[in-house]
């Protein structure tokens, strides 16, 4: 009888078991390539299934069959362990046990190594039945591992190893997807591959000297070409750390995308990553690279835009494989996706991770990364960078002094640009205005901005911003134009259009008022002459104010206001408080401005001095050199990533809510669905707190999909989206 590896697909064929090994091995091996783990990722994905040659599995997996369908239930992962024991460095043998499950810890693999060997003469007949069929799972010389290794340092092995056995193990998790839904998508035409990088480089070039020709000739748009030529120029440098270190409104978006590019096509790097800590970003830069990159009649998307923050680590098999793997020459995502990829140890967020070996990745508005995770975070980057021929690109307007965390003093980071400080100097357009004490209420800051044309009100919580919106809508005249809402509350979609006809409104001269979280201050291209901003750490306060004569139009300087109001909300936690008290120390009345770069330079070395060496960031690095999988991954938690629940909207429109419930339906299915149903989902999938959405559910404003994803049936506010202080929600949310 032929072995199988999985049931009958839609055309009714069956998945036999040797197509199987060897096809998620080609696969493995050519993504371990990359990186001088060819060898070793090639022969895992031969071994990862040899378990299921067992008489004992073949007989389930048809009985399931002629039941209808189902999981098959039974370990299958032993054999393989034990073949990968014998032919690779034993602790190698995790990335088989690991292959459905995530990645074990050291004890949990010394136990399955331990059964294994007890049960050893039922799983060598398993392995002598799948060689007659795959004599390659026994190799006449072991598979070789990257050569560098040999030259780690003892005392950094165990990070090595760590960072190696998540990259063998991406690539057999993905090949392993790739070869299962290959399978059950029989019937599904291949999709065509995507421009290559250097087509991408000329499309860039083409479409960004178009714009240029476009656009009125002025001193801004001059020192923005001078911004681009001299990025442009440092792509020539090796691969490795730089930074780019620039004001807002330079042009940073299109210097960073130009470095990547430029910089892959010099050095033969695959694909460009775009990272960014805020959704709103990733949307305003997805549209930005996407004009740039693509053209009517592409066969495939240059560009793919993931910012789904669905957890599928507890989602069936079949939705499984709609996770991403970033099989695209251009990526933009977020930080959380990222490094989640890089600290998870569950196989359908750590599939992408191996696309990181041999490309550029731009990490933008660095100084929003997690104080607490700087360290396991910097020293995974410039393992990448040192093994995996990876660069990394740090791009902020308030550069951080990553040099100052602990255990990255020696990386070796390249300026692109070595002294932005006379460039700061030409961009400074705006007047601070410090209202700190007495302390105003939310609601007086409302009023005030109701009554000015043009104004934008930043606040630090998405409370906050429902609570000014509100009284600021109900107290605007009506011929002042309208106020609008921005934050995380609101689908992407939702918030998309808001901005739209912000800078329609704005471009026009017409009034309008804006209220918004700080999604809006990090790289949304909006120009308000005056913008109140609630006190925060000083890179937020910098931020805030590149949204004030961004573009330098006005005969004076902006004006920007900070305030601390009394009734206004914080985000939580001692690395916050520890911002805001490196902050009241070095800016504010008779101190320095956000935008002094030497105060900055103080302001992050006294905020990173404080971090310490044995907090979180040293726990997780212990844990990492320890092969403890499982509590990196539990003490590894993005801040938005921890507090955030991901829930999918129905909007008043008909077409939107017909994508959403047919999406929803995908993923309720018990069939692989690819990734398609997630990508459906992005513009419409707003956030909650995780103990609001748990109300929610109570309640029956939402309902559970798969993995942490759920749909609000309730209400959708036309204005401010997911509205839990309206009158008609609160009842239900007295307890959050």
Same mark, same amino acid.
């Given at each position: 009888?032929?072995?199988?590896?999985?049931?009958?697909?839609?055309?009714?064929?069956?998945?036999?078991?040797?197509?199987?090994?060897?096809?998620?091995?080609?696969?493995?091996?050519?993504?371990?390539?990359?990186?001088?783990?060819?060898?070793?990722?090639?022969?895992?994905?031969?071994?990862?299934?040899?378990?299921?040659?067992?008489?004992?599995?073949?007989?389930?997996?048809?009985?399931?069959?002629?039941?209808?369908?189902?999981?098959?239930?039974?370990?299958?992962?032993?054999?393989?362990?034990?073949?990968?024991?014998?032919?690779?460095?034993?602790?190698?043998?995790?990335?088989?046990?690991?292959?459905?499950?995530?990645?074990?810890?050291?004890?949990?693999?010394?136990?399955?190594?331990?059964?294994?060997?007890?049960?050893?003469?039922?799983?060598?007949?398993?392995?002598?039945?799948?060689?007659?069929?795959?004599?390659?799972?026994?190799?006449?010389?072991?598979?070789?591992?990257?050569?560098?290794?040999?030259?780690?340092?003892?005392?950094?092995?165990?990070?090595?190893?760590?960072?190696?056995?998540?990259?063998?193990?991406?690539?057999?998790?993905?090949?392993?997807?790739?070869? =299962?839904? +290959?399978?059950?998508?029989?019937? #599904?035409?291949?999709?065509?591959?995507?421009? %290559? &990088?250097?087509?991408? *480089? !000329? /499309?860039?070039?083409?479409?960004?000297?178009?714009?240029?020709?476009?656009?009125?000739?002025?001193?801004?748009?001059?020192?923005?070409?001078?911004?681009?030529?001299?990025?442009?120029?440092?792509?020539?440098?090796?691969?490795?750390?730089?930074?780019?270190?620039?004001? =807002?409104? +330079?042009?940073?978006?299109?210097? #960073?995308?130009?470095?990547?590019?430029?910089? %892959? &096509?010099?050095?033969? *790097? !695959? /694909?460009?990553?775009?990272?960014?800590?805020?959704?709103?970003?990733?949307?305003?830069?997805?549209?930005?690279?996407?004009?740039?990159?693509?053209?009517?009649?592409?066969?495939?998307?240059?560009?793919?835009?993931?910012?789904?923050?669905?957890?599928?680590?507890?989602?069936?098999?079949?939705?499984?494989?709609?996770?991403?793997?970033?099989?695209?020459?251009?990526?933009?995502?977020?930080?959380?996706?990222?490094?989640?990829?890089?600290?998870?140890?569950?196989?359908?967020?750590?599939?992408?991770?191996?696309?990181?070996?041999?490309?550029?990745?731009?990490?933008?508005?660095?100084?929003?990364?997690?104080?607490?995770?700087?360290?396991?975070?910097?020293?995974?980057?410039?393992?990448?960078?040192?093994?995996?021929?990876?660069?990394?690109?740090?791009?902020?307007?308030?550069?951080?002094?990553?040099?100052?965390?602990?255990?990255?003093?020696?990386?070796?980071?390249?300026?692109?640009?070595?002294?932005?400080?006379?460039?700061?100097?030409?961009?400074?357009?705006?007047?601070?205005?410090?209202?700190?004490?007495?302390?105003?209420?939310?609601?007086?800051?409302?009023?005030?901005?109701?009554?000015?044309?043009?104004?934008?009100?930043?606040?630090?919580?998405?409370?906050?911003?429902?609570?000014?919106?509100?009284?600021?809508?109900?107290?605007?005249?009506?011929?002042?134009?309208?106020?609008?809402?921005?934050?995380?509350?609101?689908?992407?979609?939702?918030?998309?259009?808001?901005?739209?006809?912000?800078?329609?409104?704005?471009?026009?001269?017409?009034?309008?008022?804006?209220?918004?979280?700080?999604?809006?201050?990090?790289?949304?291209?909006?120009?308000?002459?005056?913008?109140?901003?609630?006190?925060?750490?000083?890179?937020?306060?910098?931020?805030?104010?590149?949204?004030?004569?961004?573009?330098?139009?006005?005969?004076?300087?902006?004006?920007?206001?900070?305030?601390?109001?009394?009734?206004?909300?914080?985000?939580?936690?001692?690395?916050?408080?520890?911002?805001?008290?490196?902050?009241?120390?070095?800016?504010?009345?008779?101190?320095?401005?956000?935008?002094?770069?030497?105060?900055?330079?103080?302001?992050?070395?006294?905020?990173?001095?404080?971090?310490?060496?044995?907090?979180?960031?040293?726990?997780?690095?212990?844990?990492?050199?320890?092969?403890?999988?499982?509590?990196?991954?539990?003490?590894?938690?993005?801040?938005?990533?921890?507090?955030?629940?991901?829930?999918?909207?129905?909007?008043?429109?008909?077409?939107?809510?017909?994508?959403?419930?047919?999406?929803?339906?995908?993923?309720?299915?018990?069939?692989?669905?690819?990734?398609?149903?997630?990508?459906?989902?992005?513009?419409?999938?707003?956030?909650?707190?995780?103990?609001?959405?748990?109300?929610?559910?109570?309640?029956?404003?939402?309902?559970?999909?798969?993995?942490?994803?759920?749909?609000?049936?309730?209400?959708?506010?036309?204005?401010?989206?997911?509205?839990?202080?309206?009158?008609?929600?609160?009842?239900?949310?007295?307890?959050?």
């Amino acid at each position: 009888m032929r072995l199988l590896a999985h049931s009958v697909n839609d055309s009714g064929v069956r998945h036999g078991l040797d197509d199987h090994l060897r096809g998620t091995a080609a696969r493995s091996g050519e993504f371990g390539s990359v990186f001088g783990g060819g060898a070793a990722a090639g022969y895992l994905g031969v071994v990862h299934d040899v378990g299921k040659g067992a008489c004992v599995w073949q007989s389930k997996l048809l009985a399931v069959e002629v039941a209808g369908g189902g999981r098959v239930g039974l370990d299958h992962k032993r054999a393989g362990a034990l073949l990968a024991q014998r032919a690779l460095p034993p602790t190698l043998a995790r990335i088989v046990i690991g292959h459905h499950g995530g990645l074990p810890d050291t004890p949990t693999l010394k136990d399955e190594l331990h059964a294994a060997a007890g049960a050893v003469e039922e799983l060598e007949a398993t392995i002598a039945a799948v060689a007659e069929l795959v004599p390659e799972i026994l190799p006449d010389v072991s598979p070789s591992l990257p050569t560098w290794l040999a030259s780690v340092p003892k005392a950094e092995l165990g990070l090595a190893y760590d960072l190696l056995i998540r990259m063998l193990f991406s690539c057999v998790v993905d090949a392993d997807f790739l070869d =299962t839904s +290959a399978h059950f998508d029989s019937g #599904a035409a291949a999709l065509p591959p995507a421009p %290559a &990088v250097p087509e991408l *480089l !000329r /499309r860039f070039e083409q479409r960004r000297m178009e714009k240029l020709r476009a656009r009125p000739r002025n001193d801004l748009s001059r020192l923005r070409d001078d911004v681009y030529a001299r990025t442009v120029a440092a792509a020539v440098l090796p691969p490795g750390i730089h930074r780019l270190g620039v004001p =807002t409104g +330079a042009g940073k978006t299109f210097a #960073a995308g130009g470095f990547g590019l430029h910089h %892959a &096509v010099k050095w033969g *790097l !695959r /694909r460009v990553v775009v990272a960014v800590p805020f959704i709103s970003i990733t949307e305003q830069n997805s549209a930005v690279y996407r004009d740039l990159l693509e053209r009517d009649g592409d066969a495939a998307p240059s560009l793919l835009e993931h910012h789904s923050a669905v957890d599928l680590d507890a989602a069936p098999r079949g939705a499984k494989l709609a996770a991403e793997n970033w099989d695209s020459p251009f990526v933009v995502t977020t930080t959380v996706r990222l490094f989640e990829s890089l600290f998870s140890r569950k196989p359908a967020a750590m599939r992408r991770l191996h696309r990181l070996a041999g490309a550029v990745i731009v990490l933008d508005e660095v100084q929003a990364l997690p104080d607490p995770l700087l360290m396991p975070i910097l020293s995974v980057l410039r393992g990448l960078c040192d093994h995996y021929g990876t660069t990394v690109l740090l791009t902020s307007a308030t550069q951080p002094e990553f040099m100052a965390v602990s255990g990255f003093e020696g990386a070796r980071a390249v300026d692109v640009i070595p002294d932005p400080a006379p460039l700061y100097a030409r961009l400074r357009r705006v007047d601070y205005e410090w209202r700190l004490a007495p302390q105003p209420l939310l609601e007086d800051i409302a009023a005030e901005a109701a009554d000015l044309p043009q104004a934008l009100v930043v606040v630090n919580t998405t409370a906050n911003a429902a609570t000014v919106h509100r009284t600021l809508a109900e107290e605007r005249p009506s011929d002042l134009g309208p106020a609008l809402h921005l934050s995380t509350r609101m689908a992407p979609r939702h918030r998309r259009e808001n901005l739209a006809e912000i800078g329609r409104l704005l471009a026009e001269g017409e009034p309008v008022a804006v209220v918004a979280t700080p999604l809006v201050e990090a790289g949304v291209d909006v120009d308000f002459p005056v913008v109140y901003r609630a006190f925060a750490p000083a890179e937020s306060l910098q931020q805030a104010a590149g949204r004030c004569n961004r573009e330098g139009r006005l005969p004076a300087p902006g004006r920007v206001v900070v305030f601390d109001p009394c009734d206004g909300g914080r985000p939580n936690g001692e690395p916050y408080k520890q911002a805001m008290q490196a902050t009241s120390e070095n800016f504010g009345p008779g101190l320095a401005d956000p935008d002094d770069l030497d105060a900055l330079a103080r302001y992050y070395r006294l905020r990173y001095g404080r971090l310490g060496d044995d907090g979180l960031g040293r726990r997780i690095q212990d844990l990492r050199a320890r092969l403890d999988y499982p509590q990196v991954a539990a003490e590894f938690r993005m801040i938005d990533d921890q507090a955030t629940s991901p829930v999918a909207v129905l909007m008043d429109d008909d077409e939107a809510q017909d994508i959403v419930r047919a999406a929803v339906r995908a993923l309720r299915s018990p069939y692989p669905c690819g990734p398609q149903p997630l990508r459906d989902l992005q513009p419409y999938t707003a956030s909650l707190p995780r103990s609001a959405a748990r109300a929610a559910v109570r309640a029956g404003h939402a309902e559970p999909v798969v993995g942490d994803l759920l749909l609000w049936v309730s209400d959708y506010h036309s204005e401010r989206g997911i509205d839990l202080e309206h009158p008609e929600n609160s009842e239900d949310f007295t307890s959050w």
